[in-house]
């Protein structure tokens, strides 16, 4: 029997657990924006700690943060693998480049998650690694401390730079993955699709745009 | 001795077919498993009777030439097909349809056949609709009806301009759930190349493999031929590239009679020839004449300008246009029937009106009905022909008028078949466009589509059965036996005989001089001189290809070229059949014009005194003629009268 | 017109192959790209040359015949069009144009330009149809369509097959073509019947021969020349998604008589 045949799961279903995981990160993602935002307010990092307290405390948020994980990983893998059976479906492959007219940037979402995924680790390891002890904080900021963590770190020009690019790819990502996930999970309809399309950049405008505000709002007025 | 008795039950005409059914010897389910039957061709009416036969439970293997069935040109249809369903409660039924179909045909088709064909018309619907066929609808949900090609009812059932494919969709459809029962086994990319007979009767066909290059033998207790028609003859036509009459012509030569050969119907609404390199004719729906008017310049001087772009067509004053339809036919206009616009629109050009670059084409202007129903009404009704004109011509047809000329399109001879479908050799069946049966000397609009599903659900099945009653003693057919091995032989000798003339000449050279000797002397008009001229001709043009034809490539590998120089050989001596058929038919009927046979204001003539028959041709040797038999054709229920549109 | 081709020739299933570059002269801009290349191949001829092998059949844009990939489209630069129905006064004097066969595993070169697509026929032997049998037929009234309903089913059955998706997917996926299936007989109360049985034998056979999966590009839509809808695929996931998780197990009855 050809391997192919012998997936559990077929090609939809893994689309769908993948576009079902891309879309719980994406409300997780609106969260994580809101409590950001916060290192705006200019109360010395008060609003900011005590949300960022209750995100570390909470045993629901801690159950939820399990799931996250899981929904990263799934997402991942489903991604992963997905592409890597697209490659294999056309083994020969075309000497002309391809011109057909796509949806923007959609065939480009497995390096644009990749980028995303590098910027991830790299944001882990500037802080979520720091706060579980995998990493040693910088010298003079305490392990839960990130208001200070993050004033530190975006002090650094170039390193905010980084930080700007990521969320630019991650904008670039979100702008299709969301409408994308719809059309996966079977909801384009003639009347709300373009909806959904216009809620899908806009989504991704304000969440990149939104992350994107902090490190510039550091460069510019801090 | 040929026996043109077509067998149709002996009972009053619309008895017959419940009569024949009711009396039709059937087979045993556990019999039917034991026996094969080959079905050439994988069109409306080679998938649907390969479908319906499996669903019995006979065993079937499907050929087509195409790379899957589902493209066989019955998908190009594009108007409709009728059915006395009379759902417009506009006065239609069974009979109506039937005495339509007999004078469109202009009286030279069988009576007994036509009005099972209307009888059965009203069933293809529902099941077409079963298998989810999208016919237009209604608002409120019921299936919608348009006249078509002049009829007084609305019976015609479509699917946008895309009816054939629709209707094809179907039956490949029903074709592949059989295909995946079991059923039926398909051989895509197979030539049928020869038919083989054991003792007298059909039993298997010698096929070549289109992908390899291997010569295969399949056998089977009966075979039946759905191949399609022949208008490839004139190299230009509305037909696919592929369509031939390889499968019919060797049937031929082993003993079918072919009838009618030279009943060919030429499309009067098909996108003019635009230079020597054209491969093919597109038509253009026969509605556009719904709203359309057609004309030429009156005046020379102005001709001569268009065709050296001096003027455009716009800027001819009405008062110089000759609206030839509307003058010679005031009753009918732009809405004669097929054969009559394109014998006036030949008749123009010949006279030196015709415009466009070659003189061959006339306008068939819109601007009328743009100002009566704006050009929004009119982008409503033919939107999608427009685009695909302005694709093809590069020409706006909102803006200046649309060019036309006639095109073959389509062939109402063909294997000659009894009621029962069966050709003169027993176990050989021909059904759809591959047989002569239903359509006369000229078929009307949206029948086409209704006779390759009737043939193939409805009455192969049935008639079969009274044969296949008689074979269940019959063991499968062994494919070593010699009869198998001769044709074979013969088939590789021919093949090799292609390959080895190692010519000058292409194949498509020789194609494109067929069709310019058929459409010029066996066309649209047809008289004496130039028939026995064509004769003559296609005599040297058959040496000339025996000696000079250059085939670049293998015999065991994809070769096209191979392919061709096949079909094309047959093309020559079928060419030679309907020249001699048309030299001997000295009558005016339907498609077939001959200039001797003409009322005093140039309409057709028939003789029915001498010619109310079908011409069924015997193949008596290659070098030999062939010999002419008749089927005399008894019109007991619908007199024969002259047709009028005046 | 003048033009340089860069032609995929390979003779035979097992043959590497690569493009050769030809010239093809003194051509009409009136004439069709097939046309174009018939000219070309008599030229071939002339020399003895083994021309090219390419798929084409109606030449008026129904039967689906053509397939060829054209300077890194399908069927070539004009929306909404089949490699038959394409012009060469499409193309500019003296362009240099690529013509390659379509490129999927699941589509094997059988030589030149031509492929293999009865992939497409097995997925539909997988149960793109309505079993009934030519008999025992309601009247076709007997159960009103919504006119919405058949038109957008219309639309989807509109497919020609030709493997114009596949070829412009990135992917080299399916999911059009099923989609289009799925969609046409989903919409219409006689294919219902057995709808959710359909969805989940087809998906599976597509999966099953080796065709990639949806990254929702959507170049099969710009690239279908009968432009049919992605919204087709959309369907297909809901109807997939409803029959997996709502549809009951089949079981297979058995019984003497």
Redesign the interface.
């Known amino acids: 029997m050809?391997r192919?045949?012998r997936?559990t799961l077929?090609?939809?279903?893994?689309?769908?657990i993948m576009a079902l995981a891309g879309l719980f990160l994406v409300v997780f993602l609106l969260v994580h924006l809101g409590i950001n935002l916060l290192l705006l307010a200019d109360d010395g990092g008060r609003a900011f700690t005590g949300a960022a307290t209750f995100m570390a405390t909470n045993p629901v948020i801690r159950i939820a943060e399990v799931v996250l994980f899981g929904g990263f990983l799934i997402h991942m893998m489903f991604g992963v693998g997905?592409s890597i059976?697209?490659r294999?479906?056309?083994?020969?492959?075309?000497?002309?480049?391809?011109?057909?007219?796509?949806?923007p940037l959609?065939?480009y979402?497995l390096h644009s998650g990749i980028i995303v995924f590098i910027f991830l680790v790299l944001h882990f390891i500037d802080f979520y690694f720091i706060k579980v002890g995998l990493v040693a904080p910088p010298a003079g900021i305490e392990r839960h401390d990130f208001y200070h963590r993050s004033l530190l770190l975006f002090a650094d020009k170039g390193y905010s730079a980084v930080y700007l690019v990521g969320f630019l790819f991650l904008g670039f990502h979100l702008n299709?993955a969301v409408?994308?996930a719809f059309?996966?999970?079977?909801?384009?309809?003639?009347k709300y699709?373009d909806g959904i399309k216009v809620f899908s950049m806009l989504y991704a405008i304000i969440v990149a745009g939104g992350f994107m505000t902090i490190p510039l709002w550091f460069i510019l007025f801090r | 001795m040929i026996n043109l008795n077509a067998g149709a039950p002996k009972a009053p005409l619309a008895e017959q077919w419940s009569s024949y059914k009711a009396n039709c010897r059937l087979v045993n389910p556990n019999n039917k498993r034991k026996l094969d039957i080959i079905v050439v061709g994988t069109g409306l009416a080679g998938a649907s009777a390969a479908a319906t036969l499996g669903q019995l439970g006979y065993n079937v293997k499907s050929f087509c030439y195409q790379d899957t069935p589902r493209r066989a040109h019955s998908i190009a249809a594009q108007g409709g097909i009728n059915a006395a369903k009379n759902y417009q409660n506009d006065g239609d039924n069974v009979f109506r349809l039937f005495y339509d179909t007999i004078k469109g045909g202009d009286y030279r088709a069988r009576e007994s056949n036509v009005y099972r064909l209307a009888s059965i018309s009203p069933e293809i619907i529902d099941l077409c609709v079963a298998q989810g066929v999208p016919f237009a609808r209604e608002y409120g949900g019921l299936l919608a009806n348009r006249s078509f090609g002049g009829t007084q009812v609305s019976r015609t059932f479509y699917a946008r301009g895309q009816t054939g494919q629709q209707l094809l969709i179907g039956a490949y459809s029903a074709l592949s759930r059989q295909i995946a029962a079991g059923s039926v086994k398909l051989y895509n990319r197979r030539d049928v190349l020869d038919i083989v007979i054991i003792d007298g009767k059909a039993r298997g066909v010698i096929a070549r493999n289109l992908v390899t290059g291997e010569i295969e033998r399949h056998s089977a207790h009966a075979v039946v031929l759905a191949s399609g028609g022949y208008g490839n003859v004139f190299y230009l036509s509305t037909n696919a590239m592929g369509s031939n009459v390889t499968p019919a012509w060797s049937a031929y030569k082993k003993g079918a009679v072919f009838a009618n050969p030279c009943f060919t119907q030429i499309h009067p609404t098909c996108i003019p020839v635009h230079g020597e390199f054209q491969s093919k004719l597109t038509l253009m729906s026969e509605s556009l004449r719904n709203d359309g008017r057609i004309w030429v310049p009156k005046e020379k001087e102005d001709v001569e300008l268009l065709r050296q772009k001096k003027i455009t067509p716009e800027q001819i004053h009405e008062s110089k246009r000759d609206y030839y339809l509307e003058r010679r036919y005031p009753a009918f206009g732009n809405l004669v029937p097929r054969d009559v616009a394109s014998r006036a629109a030949k008749e123009r050009c010949d006279e030196g009106y015709g415009v466009g670059s070659s003189g061959r084409a006339v306008f068939l202007d819109f601007s009328d009905s743009i100002n009566r129903l704006g050009a929004e009404a009119i982008s409503a009704r033919y939107g999608n022909l427009f685009q695909m004109y302005e694709r093809i011509v590069d020409d706006n047809p909102y803006q200046t008028p649309m060019m036309i000329y006639p095109a073959v399109h389509y062939t109402m001879g063909g294997l000659w078949v009894d009621y029962e479908l069966m050709t003169t050799v027993p176990g050989l069946y021909s059904i759809g466009e591959c047989n002569f049966s239903d359509h006369g000397a000229n078929r009307l609009g949206a029948s086409a589509l209704m006779q390759g599903l009737a043939d193939g659900y409805f009455v192969l099945p049935y008639t079969i059965s009274a044969y296949l009653s008689n074979e269940i003693h019959t063991p499968p057919i062994q494919t070593t036996l010699p009869e198998f091995h001769t044709a074979v032989h013969g088939v590789a000798d021919r093949l090799n005989q292609l390959k080895e003339t190692k010519g000058k000449t292409s194949v498509d050279h020789f194609h494109k001089s067929l069709g310019k000797i058929m459409w010029e002397y066996c066309g649209m008009s047809r008289n004496e001189a130039g028939l026995q001229k064509a004769l003559g001709l296609i005599g040297d043009l058959k040496t000339e290809f025996t000696s000079d034809v250059s085939i670049p490539g293998g015999m065991k590998e994809y070769n096209p070229e191979l392919e061709k120089a096949w079909r094309v050989q047959d093309f020559i001596e079928l060419g030679d059949l309907m020249v001699r058929d048309a030299l001997e038919r000295k009558e005016s009927c339907g498609g077939h014009f001959r200039e001797e046979s003409q009322t005093p204001d140039g309409e057709a003539l028939r003789n029915d005194e001498e010619f109310a028959h079908v011409a069924a041709w015997e193949f008596k040797g290659n070098g030999a003629a062939p010999e002419r038999h008749r089927e005399e054709l008894r019109f007991d229920t619908v007199k024969p009268s002259q047709r009028s549109y005046k | 017109m003048i033009f340089t081709l860069k032609i995929w020739r390979q003779k035979n299933a097992s043959d590497k192959g690569g493009l050769v570059t030809y010239k093809a002269e003194d051509i009409s801009p009136d004439s069709s790209f097939f046309e174009m290349l018939d000219q070309l191949n008599q030229q071939l001829i002339a020399k003895g040359e083994d021309p090219v092998a390419f798929d084409h059949d109606c030449r008026e844009g129904i039967c689906g015949t053509c397939s060829l990939y054209i300077n890194g489209r399908p069927h070539g630069p004009l929306k909404g069009t089949t490699t038959c129905q394409l012009h060469m006064r499409s193309f500019r004097n003296g362009e240099t144009i690529y013509v390659e066969p379509w490129r999927c595993g699941a589509f094997p070169v059988i030589k030149d330009l031509i492929v293999d697509r009865s992939a497409f026929d097995t997925i539909i032997q997988a149960g793109g149809y309505v079993s009934v049998n030519s008999g025992g037929i309601p009247d076709a009234n007997t159960i009103p369509v919504p006119k919405l309903d058949a038109d957008t089913a219309f639309d989807a059955a509109a497919c020609i097959g030709c493997g114009a998706c596949v070829a412009s997917c990135p992917n080299a996926s399916a999911m059009l073509f099923v989609g289009a299936k799925v969609s046409h007989l989903a919409l219409l109360p006689q294919g219902r019947v057995e709808a959710e049985h359909r969805v989940q034998k087809m998906v599976a056979t597509m999966d099953s021969l080796g065709f990639g999966n949806c990254s929702n590009t959507y170049a099969c839509e710009a690239e279908c020349p009968k432009e049919i809808a992605v919204t087709n695929i959309a369907r297909m996931n809901r109807e997939f998604l409803a029959a997996k998780i709502f549809a009951e197990k089949e079981k297979q009855i058995s019984f003497t008589l």
Do not use: C, F, L, W
């Open positions: 050809d192919s045949e997936r077929s090609s939809i279903t893994g689309k769908v997905v059976r697209n294999r479906s056309r083994p020969v492959r075309y000497q002309h480049k391809s011109k057909s007219e796509t949806s959609s065939k979402m299709h409408q994308a059309q996966t999970i079977g909801m384009n309809h003639s699709i």
